[in-house]
């Protein structure tokens, strides 16, 4: 599989969208999330950490999700991260994680994953009873936040009805989205919304 994210891994956390969008879901991530010492995480699409970087003081553990072995290796060599935070390069669609997790936090990967549907109840069988998720993506856009052409870009942001009905039907309730941050690129304001929801 190409490392769609092997040429920008080494500058990721040094990109001014990358990290404004980080600062705006994890601090949507502290105020609406409840933590604790005693929950099990996993950090979907976690990059290089930024946000899980914020979520793993207040936890037990983090799994780093992503299948960029790029990012992982900037996450892995940060010291702060070390003993909370596990790198688990893998695609969960295909390999499952293979231990139940309590909360499930994401920011900005779901347009990255074709079948949404999938990835919702994937993520069900990966949550403990009554386990949550706190996802954050675009809200549906024009298709100008990402370059021309972008591999690995399935959908242009989310209409937020719609992925409460798939959330819903994948299994969870208690669905609420909150705005998180808007993100200039190009001259142009972005909304990133937070879901959380809890699984049924």
């Known amino acids: 599989m190409t490392d769609l994210f092997e040429d920008k891994a080494k500058d ?10 980080s600062e705006g879901v994890s601090a949507a991530l502290l105020a609406h999330v409840p933590l604790g010492a005693d929950l099990r995480v996993m950090d979907f699409g976690a990059g290089t950490g930024l946000v899980c970087a914020r979520v793993a003081p207040h936890v037990q553990t983090v799994y780093a999700v992503d299948i960029s072995a790029a990012m992982l290796a900037q996450l892995a060599a940060k010291d702060e991260l070390r003993g909370k935070v596990l790198a ?18 994401s920011a900005m990967a779901l347009h990255h994953v074709e079948d949404t549907r999938l990835l919702i109840r994937t993520f069900a069988e990966h949550l403990e009873p009554g386990g949550r998720v706190a996802l954050a993506d675009l809200d549906q856009e024009d298709g100008s936040f990402h370059p021309p052409n972008a591999e690995g870009v399935f959908h242009h942001g989310f209409v937020r009805d719609d992925l409460r009905e798939q959330l819903v ?9 909150v705005t998180a941050t808007q993100v200039v690129k190009n001259d142009r304001r972005y909304d990133i ?3 959380t929801a809890t699984k049924a």
């Open 12 to 21: 990721w956390d040094t990109r001014p969208t990358p990290v404004q969008i």
């Open 88 to 105: 688990c390069c893998q695609d969960i669609l295909a390999t499952p994680l293979g231990k139940p997790v309590d909360l499930i936090v």
């Open 169 to 177: 039907r994948g299994g969870f309730q208690d669905v609420e989205f």
């Open 193 to 195: 919304f937070l879901v």
